[in-house]
T-cell receptor
Framework: AQSVAQPEDQVNVAEGNPLTVKCTYS??????LFWYVQYPNRGLQFLLK??????LVKGSYGFEAEFNKSQTSFHLKKPSALVSDSALYFC????????????FGKGTRLSVIA | GAGVSQSPRYKVTKRGQDVALRCDPI?????LYWYRQALGQGPEFLTY????????KSGLPNDRFSAERPEGSISTLTIQRTEQRDSAMYRC???????????FGPGTRLTVT
């Protein structure tokens, strides 16, 4: 069965500092990996995905994520955090077979402090 | 273009009543998904469709929950004889097909009193 772990419930970072939100996964087969962001009282917004190819993927709002197959990780990163990045971040995984549902992590709340 | 829309946005119902939640996906999106999200948690898969065919309903909690997408576009999630434990945010998402990213609607907040 697929699973996603986001080990940190909360990440605090000062504005202008780099941020990392961690995600590890478990699947049978090759993974499709996604990051979504949820702002207060809003729906989930797609940030970026890894399907195949370059292990470093770039997404919206300056975010990027690095796929590490040996560590089964897909950590979300941003070189310089903004206060407006404060939100709930979800990592999700499915498999390349394409017939399995998306499994989400529990989410990590990012708080960027001015 | 228009995103995924859901209606109603908020629904308060009494225990034992039936409710129907509607999802209107992005035009042309083949795949449609239903999730339930508890406060402070990630979305939990309920069911999904490719065109009008329900491909997987393993996430539906019990037989009071059902979903349909008769013409391969709009979908309805129905909960019969609602119970308080059904209270949650119900989210719909659509994608071009199974291998593409999903786009989520704003959700329907269901409260069963």
């Amino acid at each position: 069965a697929q699973s996603v772990a986001q080990p940190e419930d909360q990440v605090n970072v000062a504005e202008g500092n780099p941020l990392t939100v961690k995600c590890t996964y478990s699947v049978s087969g090759n993974p499709y990996l996604f990051w979504y962001v949820q702002y207060p009282n809003r729906g989930l917004q797609f940030l970026l995905k890894y399907i195949t190819g370059d292990n470093l993927v770039k997404g919206s709002y300056g975010f990027e994520a690095e796929f590490n197959k040996s560590q089964t990780s897909f950590h979300l990163k941003k070189p310089s955090a903004l206060v407006s990045d404060s939100a709930l971040y979800f990592c999700a995984v499915t498999t390349t077979r394409g017939n399995t549902p998306l499994v989400f992590g529990k989410g990590t709340r990012l708080s960027v402090i001015a | 273009g228009a995103g995924v829309s859901q209606s109603p946005r908020y629904k308060v119902t009494k225990r034992g009543q039936d409710v129907a939640l509607r999802c209107d996906p992005i035009s042309g999106h083949v795949s449609l998904y239903w999730y339930r999200q508890a406060l402070g948690q990630g979305p939990e898969f309920l069911t999904y469709f490719n065109y009008e065919a329900q491909q997987d309903k393993s996430g539906l909690p019990n037989d009071r929950f059902s979903a349909e997408r008769p013409e391969g576009s709009i979908s309805t999630l129905t909960i019969q004889r609602t119970e308080q434990r059904d209270s949650a945010m119900y989210r719909c998402a659509s994608s071009r097909d199974l291998s593409y990213e999903q786009y989520f609607g704003p959700g329907t907040r269901l409260t069963v009193t």
